[in-house]
């Protein structure tokens, strides 16, 4: 009895993740990009973020999945009442079908769900309830939630990623100089995440893949704001040495909820400056100068003042704060 347990346990967990990812590949591929997944670095109720390139909008999504129907050929979903964390988070709930999602999904609001769940007490803990068939019409209470799986993403206000890439100036294009900055960029990464993570109040998403500007993405677990962090790391040798940062034109995208986040890693003593610059995206193309398909920004990240940047300076050892009061 007790490997029976086990093995069911095993079995839904098993249903949940391989719905999930199944559920952010059909999203990626029917939008043709349009929106971007978000995976979370620390469990707190939410399985993905979904963010939709045309408006920047972020949508909090928990997903559900079952790999068998019921006897009266429903889908059946239980989860506990105190999972719920977001009324305006969506449950994508689905059969998985052999290789496949169901062909209809049921995408309905927590507070929604909430509402017409059927609620079950047991020892002491609240279970809420959906059956659903896989059709639509009909006068189940489910049926207006109800998607065609191939109309997932538009369920989402799924956009196509729209403008073409800001055009190039013609002739040959320059590339930065061909230092290997991968770790040092990859530590950079690691030090913004560990230093968010000090805050209770933060939940940290990571995208996969990694395609767009946001590389961490914030979410107050409070207020339910987001806030997007691109990471950079300027290496250095020389405190008075001037280093250049770069963004490839063609991919960076501004946003109001998106910052650059760029932090001096010292080469020989192989620690981070204690100040770090937090600059808006929308503010970049103003400060940064045009090099082929390159934005580049001048900075000193050793020399404890940043010239005209000094307005975004802020302390790496307060980051956390800072976000949170950003997002509070």
């Known amino acids: 009895m007790e490997r029976d347990v ?8 098993a249903s949940g993740q391989v719905a999930e990812f199944k559920v952010w590949a059909e999203l990626v591929r029917q939008s043709l990009g349009g929106l971007h997944v ?3 670095l620390r469990d707190v109720g939410i399985d993905g973020v979904v963010h939709r390139l045309a408006d920047g909008s972020f949508v909090a999504v928990q997903v559900k999945g079952r790999m068998s129907l019921t006897p009266a050929g429903q889908v059946h979903i239980t989860v506990t009442a105190s999972s719920l964390v977001d009324d305006d988070a969506l449950i994508v709930a689905t059969l998985v079908d052999g290789s496949e999602l169901g062909r209809m999904v049921l995408v309905i609001d927590e507070a929604s769900f909430r509402r017409l769940a ?3 007490l047991v020892d002491g803990r609240e279970y809420l309830t959906a059956a659903f068939g896989l059709h639509l019409g009909g ?6 939630f109800l998607v065609p799986r191939e109309l997932l993403a538009a369920r989402f206000g799924r956009l196509p990623t729209d403008a073409p890439p800001t055009s190039l100036p013609s002739g040959e294009v320059k590339s930065p100089a061909a230092v290997d900055r991968r770790y040092e960029g990859f530590v950079g990464e690691m030090e913004v995440i560990r230093r968010l993570a000090s805050s209770e109040s933060l939940a940290l998403f990571r995208p996969f893949p990694d395609l767009e500007t946001v590389e961490v993405l914030v979410r107050h677990r409070a207020t339910r704001r987001y806030l997007g962090l691109q990471v950079k790391t300027s290496g250095f040798g020389s405190a008075s040495a001037e280093e250049r940062v770069y963004f490839r034109r063609s991919s960076f995208r501004a ?4 910052f650059i986040c760029v932090l001096g890693w010292e080469r020989v003593g192989r620690r981070f400056v204690e100040s770090c610059l937090l600059v808006p995206s929308v503010d970049i193309a103003g400060l940064a100068r045009v090099e082929g398909e390159w934005l580049v ?9 940043h010239r005209k940047l000094g307005r975004y300076a802020s302390e790496l050892g307060m980051l956390d704060q800072t976000v949170e009061k950003m997002l509070g």
């Open 255 to 258: 946003s109001a909820s998106t």
């Open 139 to 144: 006068e189940s209470r489910w049926a207006r």
């Open 297 to 305: 920004l001048e900075v000193e990240p050793g020399s404890g003042r």
């Open 6 to 13: 086990r093995w069911h346990h095993a079995q839904t967990l």
């Open 118 to 120: 059927a609620h079950d």
């Open 38 to 40: 978000f995976l979370p």
